[in-house]
């Protein structure tokens, strides 16, 4: 039979509550290589490989096809591409890894307290400063997306690499698109989120490639060990 291949995060927090929410479910994940191996196995399973990827990996090598099912953020999967959502089956939130996508504007900015309000900041902004509105972001295909929904256009994405939410203090951006998970670091940074500015409720998630090759034997394989996850699907 032919095998199918399961992806799990690399490292960190996530590889360890990964482990441990498939041993809660009755399958042990082994890595024989440690921690520098990226191959992997399920105790019992001889036909599922494990490969061990960062998290972003997953969301673009499941979006592909080139990994059967997986355990990563739904924020990737929509970050990755904007087919990323209709590529992939969302078979089960995990309860870990919780945090939302969030617009934050400077708590300064007492008018604006919702999307409609930053509509009309954008729109005004290059006649009061001669610029576009700067939004720091790594969430450029979210950003766009809701924004564009939003009705707002008429601003400019500053790709964040490093700490988000210091950007509008240091000039560099005058509001943000972030992952929180408390809020805190935005309340130290004197940022507040839009009273409707999640823009997506993310966790970790077992998720089924649609864009695979599932032959039936492959699908049946699948099957019996979504099964045992109590995760079942439909392609």
């Given at each position: 039979m032919a095998g199918i291949t399961l992806a799990v995060p690399s490292k960190g927090r996530l590889e360890e509550l990964t482990r441990e929410w498939f041993a809660d479910n009755g399958l042990t994940i082994t890595?024989?290589?440690?921690?520098?191996?990226?191959?992997?196995?399920?105790?019992?399973?001889?036909?599922?490989?494990?490969?061990?990827?960062?998290?972003?990996?997953?969301?673009?090598?499941?979006?592909?096809?080139?990994?059967?099912?997986?355990?990563?953020?739904?924020?990737?999967?929509?970050?990755?591409?904007?087919?990323?959502?209709?590529?992939?089956?969302?078979?089960?939130?995990?309860?870990?890894?919780?945090?939302?996508?969030?617009?934050?504007?400077?708590?300064?900015?007492?008018?604006?307290?919702?999307?409609?309000?930053?509509?009309?900041?954008?729109?005004?902004?290059?006649?009061?400063?001669?610029?576009?509105?700067?939004?720091?972001?790594?969430?450029?295909?979210?950003?766009?997306?809701?924004?564009?929904?939003?009705?707002?256009?008429?601003?400019?994405?500053?790709?964040?690499?490093?700490?988000?939410?210091?950007?509008?203090?240091?000039?560099?951006?005058?509001?943000?698109?972030?992952?929180?998970?408390?809020?805190?670091?935005?309340?130290?940074?004197?940022?507040?989120?839009?009273?409707?500015?999640?823009?997506?409720?993310?966790?970790?998630?077992?998720?089924?490639?649609?864009?695979?090759?599932?032959?039936?034997?492959?699908?049946?394989?699948?099957?019996?060990?979504?099964?045992?996850?109590?995760?079942?699907?439909?392609?």
């Amino acid at each position: 039979m032919a095998g199918i291949t399961l992806a799990v995060p690399s490292k960190g927090r996530l590889e360890e509550l990964t482990r441990e929410w498939f041993a809660d479910n009755g399958l042990t994940i082994t890595r024989p290589g440690g921690a520098r191996s990226y191959l992997g196995a399920i105790e019992g399973l001889p036909d599922v490989t494990v490969r061990f990827f960062p998290a972003s990996e997953i969301a673009r090598e499941l979006i592909r096809g080139t990994i059967d099912f997986g355990v990563t953020g739904r924020d990737l999967i929509h970050e990755t591409s904007e087919t990323g959502p209709a590529s992939v089956v969302f078979a089960k939130p995990l309860g870990f890894g919780s945090a939302d996508v969030v617009v934050a504007v400077p708590d300064a900015w007492i008018d604006v307290t919702h999307m409609h309000d930053l509509a009309d900041v954008a729109s005004d902004f290059r006649s009061r400063h001669g610029r576009w509105l700067r939004i720091a972001t790594k969430y450029i295909t979210i950003t766009r997306q809701h924004f564009a929904k939003a009705g707002i256009a008429e601003y400019r994405i500053v790709e964040s690499l490093g700490a988000t939410e210091a950007a509008p203090a240091s000039g560099v951006a005058d509001i943000i698109v972030d992952i929180t998970t408390t809020g805190s670091t935005l309340t130290a940074n004197a940022l507040r989120v839009l009273e409707d500015g999640t823009l997506l409720q993310s966790e970790a998630c077992l998720l089924v490639s649609r864009t695979a090759t599932w032959t039936p034997e492959r699908r049946a394989l699948l099957d019996a060990v979504l099964g045992r996850l109590d995760a079942p699907i439909e392609l």
